[in-house]
């Protein structure tokens, strides 16, 4: 194929499921390949992922431990009024990392995602750095999420009864299989999944609601504890100053539950009709960061005091119900049972998390090789469109997590976790780079907002604030290591801010290596391929036009599109 993207079929892909591998005469397997975007029978991604898929699988991504867990140090630490406002603050800054993606995504979906968005419009080196940086994080957080399904496991069964390695093998060699099985089986698992997700997060928000007003012991709490102990709690030094490190303090918390809501760029390669379903995945995201993070957040304010002393686990390495104030909150009104409820359904949070991790993980190395920053054969796909050698590759880093069966290994990942939250800050300022430079660049060459299938709400403004924002924590996330006595701390701060240097090593590395330079605003290539997508775009509609003249109208599907589908 030559660079201007001509490729002529011998097999059309069917849109509405039945073949979603794009077929190609034997001449055009060989040279089809345009880099970042897979059109060869042999390395092509299927299409299998639905809008629901994409949907669910965006919110899912952000639901997790972070949430029901992480949120008690941070309560501890600094008090409800904080974390409230960083986890609104923060919640926006990544509907802004979102909407910039979607605005690249639904333009041109590519195979390589956000990768080969920075290689293409910004600098190759961004985009190897990117790509290289995003799968070390996902190799590191895999093993940490194995591990903390066998902490969770241990709420009920100690380690000394049954050693961690058990339950650490069975979870792996679940989501390895479910990864195996093609992204049709997994689309529809994580949805289910996903949808379990949510379903509990209503719950435990219309628990707290209700815990909040006395209707569980009688109690009406209200903001009592807003009062007494107080909104912000001091760190470090007293006053007004310590009130502020506290909330600062806990931005990193909210980092961290949030990471992952940017997975839905890695899915552009395997949705059907991408243009579409990326940016409304992308607005849902908006009203579910509101509705399941800040309302939760601030209820649970309500219903736990900062200084309880049942929130002691939250500030040790227990990863299971012990440490949620969620089931600090139902200890405290004397609810039964529901914490053993809470923990089986965080297990579940742990083992979806897992599943998308691994997925995650070999479809960037996949990205990596089909953008020509890795070996070839990692973009090699077999009959289920999935790329089983970078999947093997990226499930064996998960044999980590067999550290966890020693006591004395679990600083390491401990360690780790604060790699991965640096890693995926740094995966956000690139997406937040990439855009600023893609937006320059179609104004450049007079692509107007009106020609964009998706706009930034905020434009390239709203990269630029949010890019502030994510550069500024990335530099003081750690800042409480330069205080007090450094030499017992020396290991966070390495592991805290070890991310940055490697970033930077991985970019002019690259520069020096291939000699490459960054991409004009005049120069920059928004077609190349750009005819392949709007073929499979007119062939999807048309298809899905044709199914609909045969299907009678659905009343109850259009209630649940209007009225329900944001939740779900």
């Known amino acids: 194929m030559d660079h201007g993207g001509v490729v002529h079929r011998t097999a059309s892909s069917s849109p509405s499921g039945d073949k979603e591998k794009i077929g190609y005469s034997d001449v055009d397997v060989e040279n089809a390949h345009i880099r970042g975007l897979e059109t060869s029978s042999e390395t092509a991604l299927h299409r299998g992922l639905k809008a629901r898929h994409i949907?669910?699988?965006?919110?899912?991504?952000?639901?997790?431990?972070?949430?029901?867990i992480g949120t008690g140090k941070a309560l501890a630490q600094a008090g409800p009024g904080s974390i409230f406002i960083s986890y609104t603050l923060t919640g926006f800054i990544v509907f802004l990392v979102m909407a910039a993606l979607g605005e690249m995504a639904a333009w041109l979906p590519m195979s390589a995602g956000f990768t080969g968005y920075a290689s293409r419009f910004c600098d190759p080196?961004?985009?190897?750095?990117?790509?290289?940086?995003?799968?070390?994080?996902?190799?590191?957080?895999?093993?940490?999420?194995?591990?903390?399904?066998?902490?969770?496991?241990?709420?009920?069964?100690?380690?000394?009864?049954?050693?961690?390695?058990?339950?650490i093998t069975i979870f792996l060699l679940g989501i390895v299989a479910i990864n195996y099985f093609?992204?049709?089986?997994?689309?529809?698992?994580?949805?289910?999944?996903?949808?379990?997700?949510?379903?509990?997060?209503?719950?435990?928000?219309?628990?707290?609601?209700?815990?909040?007003?006395?209707?569980?012991?009688?109690?009406?709490?209200?903001?009592?504890?807003?009062?007494?102990?107080?909104?912000?709690?001091?760190?470090?030094?007293?006053?007004?100053a310590g009130q502020f490190l506290g909330f600062w303090s806990t931005m990193v918390t909210a980092t961290f539950a949030y990471l992952g809501t940017e997975l839905v760029g890695v899915t552009v390669g395997e949705a059907q009709n991408p243009r579409k379903t990326i940016p409304r995945a992308i607005?849902?995201?908006?009203?579910?960061i509101v509705f399941f993070y800040c309302i939760s957040i601030f209820l649970i304010g309500m219903c736990v005091p900062y200084n309880s002393d049942e929130l002691a686990f939250a500030n040790s390495s227990v990863n299971n119900a012990s440490a949620s104030p969620f089931v600090v909150a139902i200890k405290l009104a004397h609810i039964p049972v529901l914490d053993h409820i809470l923990n089986a359904c965080i297990l579940l949070f742990v083992f979806s998390a897992a599943n998308s991790d691994l997925y995650i993980a070999s479809r960037t190395l996949y990205g990596l090789s089909s953008d020509g920053s890795a070996p070839k054969v990692f973009r090699k796909t077999n009959a289920n469109g999935v790329p089983v050698y970078s999947l093997v590759v990226s499930a064996a880093f998960s044999l980590l997590a067999y550290l966890n069966v020693a006591d004395d290994a679990k600083d390491v990942f401990n360690y780790f976790v604060n790699l991965v939250t640096i890693f995926g800050i740094l995966t956000w300022i690139s997406i937040l780079v990439t855009h600023i430079w893609f937006v320059r660049a179609r104004r450049a060459q007079g692509l107007s907002n009106e020609m964009m299938p998706y706009c930034a709400p905020l434009g390239i403004w709203g990269s630029y604030g949010a890019l502030f924002m994510c550069i500024l924590i990335a530099l003081t996330k750690n800042y409480d290591v330069f205080v007090g006595d450094f030499s017992t701390k020396y290991k966070t701060f390495i592991t805290g801010y070890l991310g940055i240097p490697v970033y930077l090593i991985l970019i002019f590395g690259h520069k020096l290596w291939t000699k490459s330079k960054g991409v004009r605003p005049h120069e920059c290539d928004f077609y190349t391929g750009k005819d392949i997508i709007d073929r499979e775009e007119e062939e999807f509609l048309a298809a899905k036009a044709a199914e609909k003249a045969i299907k009678p109208p659905n009343a109850g599907g259009n209630f649940y599109k209007k009225w329900v589908s944001w939740l779900f």
Request: glycine letters at 14%; one cysteine or more.
């Open 55 to 68: 949907t669910m699988i965006a919110i899912g991504g952000a639901i997790g431990t972070g949430l029901i």
């Open 125 to 167: 080196s961004l985009g190897f750095a990117l790509g290289w940086s995003y799968w070390i994080k996902y190799i590191i957080v895999c093993p940490n999420q194995l591990t903390a399904a066998a902490l969770v496991i241990s709420f009920w069964v100690p380690r000394e009864r049954i050693n961690p390695g058990v339950w």
């Open 182 to 240: 093609g992204i049709r089986f997994f689309g529809e698992f994580e949805f289910w999944l996903s949808s379990f997700k949510v379903l509990v997060i209503v719950g435990v928000i219309l628990l707290a609601l209700i815990i909040a007003a006395g209707g569980a012991d009688g109690h009406a709490r209200g903001f009592e504890y807003w009062r007494d102990p107080g909104a912000f709690k001091p760190y470090i030094m007293e006053g007004a």
């Open 283 to 288: 607005r849902l995201t908006f009203y579910r």
